[in-house]
């Protein structure tokens, strides 16, 4: 059994060493990951880029702006993201997004960069991994306008109606560990309602841990945990659904 880890963020803060975790995640069965590139200040794009590529036979990166960050980022900073998301080993562009559970940056800001990652991921004709939370209705329209059709929402925790409509428009659905914790009932209808070949697992590593690990650091072995748990909502092997999940992976983000 292989699997991909679709989204982690491995950055030294949480991780001093990544190889050590990559190890465990290669026992674990994980053979690749997708780690996510964030815009963190004003000049300052993380370390992303130097972890994936100290470990390019595991690790992909991806950079974007975060919804969170998005009232931050300046002019000289969108330069800087189209430069980073043009770099061959850069498979896609994001995580970008709405957040309006959190609200850190305001609304409008969030739409704006969401609309340029979109733009961006056109021009490059790179994917677009794609945040969101308590905004599926301006999230989809963004898109849609946009006509954004390759691309994942990543840590996806909607139901059946927001799986629909982004599956609609082409996206993958990522499921992350929430999927394990109890009273996510409208997210596990959506997971058995979703096609297998429009799913991926993901850690969003340190975050989300899945149980039996919850309240822990996640890392990138823990996607185990979640595709234990998918695989029983869609009533197949856990070897088929690694199989069908890594395929997917492999082929947005070209590994």
Partial sequence: MTLVDAHCHLEPKDFPDPGEVIARARAAGVHRAVIVGQFHGPGDFGHALEVARAHADFLVP???????????CTPADWEM???????????AVGE????????????PAQREALERQCALAKRLKKPLVVHVRDAHEDCHRILQANGMDRGVIHCFTGDPAAARAYLDLG???????VVTYKKTEALQ?????????R????????YLAPVPH?????????VVETAKRVAELKGVPLEDLARVTT?????????
Avoid at 62 to 72: I, L, Y
Avoid at 171 to 177: A, D
């Fill in 247 to 255: 395929a997917n992976a492999t082929a947005l983000f070209r590994l």
């Fill in 96 to 107: 970008a997004g709405l957040d309006y559970y959190y609200d850190h940056s305001p609304r």
């Fill in 189 to 197: 209808e959506a997971v058995r309602f979703a096609p297998l070949d």
């Fill in 214 to 222: 919850r309240g822990k650091k996640n890392e990138p072995a823990h």
């Fill in 199 to 206: 799913l991926m697992v993901e850690t969003d590593s340190p």
């Fill in 62 to 72: 991806t950079m974007g702006v975060h919804p969170h960050e998005a009232a931050r």
């Fill in 171 to 177: 996206f993958f659905l990522s499921i992350s560990g």
């Fill in 81 to 91: 993201l189209e430069t980073l998301c043009a770099a061959p080993d850069v498979r």
